[in-house]
């Protein structure tokens, strides 16, 4: 199995959660991890231009064979599902413009794949993740980040299940 670098994103208007794992043999090593903090009061056209931008940025600098991130889901605010979905869809621009292999999956799906319950909570999937990876402190306090590790994980245990 040759080296396969994957982009995780969890996609959001104020915080973006982007991690780049790197599949070798049977391990999987986190290279990069990394929040896109948009401050509310910015002005939402430029938020997409700031993601975009970024996202090109770290597309570029390294090369991820595959773009996973997750899917969304309707929640309670029509208003923000709409403005994730523009965020998701800006992002999935930055990565065709880039020739790159997209999955989505949804949330249930990626804490199905790992705990076996897809019905568990955000800070049982980060405690899963400090242990596989042997976190010694917390990142960040938003789960953005653990996320977008999250739905990395998820891709490589469907993806890669025979061969890791």
Aim: proline share 2%; hydrophobic share 40%.
């Amino acid at each position: 199995m040759k080296i396969t670098i994957i982009m995780g994103i969890d996609p959001g208007i104020n915080i973006i959660g982007i991690s780049i794992l790197k599949i070798f043999k049977y391990n999987i090593k986190i290279i990069k991890l990394k929040e896109i903090l948009l401050k509310k009061k910015n002005i939402y056209i430029n938020k997409i231009k700031i993601i975009y931008l970024y996202i090109n940025k770290i597309i570029n600098k390294y090369n991820p064979k595959y773009l996973v991130m997750e899917n969304t889901y309707l929640g309670n605010n029509v208003l923000s599902l709409k403005r994730l979905i523009e965020c998701q869809t800006i992002i999935l621009l930055s990565a065709l413009n880039n020739n790159k292999k997209i999955y989505k999956y949804y949330p249930k799906t990626i804490k199905f794949i790992l705990t076996g319950n897809g019905n568990i909570n955000k800070k049982y999937i980060y405690n899963i993740i400090k242990k596989k990876f042997n976190f010694k402190k917390k990142y960040t306090n938003n789960y953005d980040i653990y996320d977008s590790i999250a739905v990395s994980l998820c891709h490589i245990y469907i993806q890669f299940k025979n061969k890791l």
